[in-house]
């Protein structure tokens, strides 16, 4: 069945009530996906669980559906992972907040840094913010996690570090040194990742000073891109282990 976000709170006392479907749901499930009547999907708020839902009326300007049940599902890691994430051009981001998403980051902390070369500094630049919080609810959509994580505006790298409190702290870095997870892993977790021109020996030292490991995943230099899935990944195999 689709898989739904709608920016409006649900719970368990709209079992069994209608609703009407906000307008970007209708046209993508009733116009682009040719729902009918009859047809049923998931609905989520990015708060935690998911309702089933059933379509009870279509027209040419609104869809109603009844709110079938609930299911507290959340299909997040037994961890809770904040990432650092150097801003950078293009597309990168897009994907990197994707695949974070996926592979169910809680949240992506936006950063500057000595080698950043992309930043928010008018107003249009900042509608960025709404696009890649975007991208993280239709991965959710997508991949069926119902807590939806969020995208921060960016600070600097030296703020972010020196604020940072979980438990286990790693920073992506070229180093020889090879860190020992303990286990279980501790439930906060966070990554400290470059953007394309990677960390500056000043950053990598700062943030070393501040409690992060240097972790290095296998012999190849990973792009800003591919670091968040490949790191989570590891992570979520460490945990499971």
């Not at 959340?74 to 996926?102: C, H, W």
Request: hydrophobic fraction near 40%.
């Amino acid at each position: 069945m689709p898989r739904f976000f709608i920016n409006t709170p649900l719970n368990a006392d709209l079992i069994g009530q209608s609703m009407t479907l906000p307008d970007d749901v209708t046209h993508h499930w009733c116009k682009v996906l040719r729902a009918s009547v009859g047809d049923r999907a998931f609905l989520f708020d990015g708060a935690g669980g998911e309702y089933t839902v059933t379509l009870t009326h279509i027209n040419k300007k609104s869809a109603s559906v009844k709110i079938d049940e609930y299911d507290p599902i959340n299909r997040v890691p037994v961890f809770q992972a904040s990432i650092g994430l150097v801003m950078s051009r293009g597309d990168r981001m897009d994907y990197a907040i994707q695949k974070a998403t996926e592979m169910g980051v809680s949240q992506i902390h936006l950063l500057t840094s000595d080698r950043c070369q992309a930043h928010l500094k008018y107003e249009r630049d900042f509608k960025k913010l709404t696009h890649w919080q975007g991208v993280a609810i239709a991965a959710c959509e997508q991949c069926g996690m119902n807590i939806v994580p969020k995208i921060i505006a960016p600070i600097s790298l030296d703020e972010w570090v020196a604020t940072c409190q979980d438990k286990l702290k790693l920073v992506l870095a070229l180093s020889e040194d090879k860190p020992t997870f303990d286990k279980p892993l501790p439930k906060h977790i966070s990554l400290l990742i470059g953007a394309e021109g990677g960390l500056s020996p000043r950053e990598i030292d700062l943030a070393i000073s501040h409690g992060f490991m240097p972790w290095r995943i296998g012999e190849r230099v990973l792009r800003t891109e591919t670091a968040p899935v490949v790191a989570l990944s590891a992570l979520t195999i460490l945990a499971d282990t």
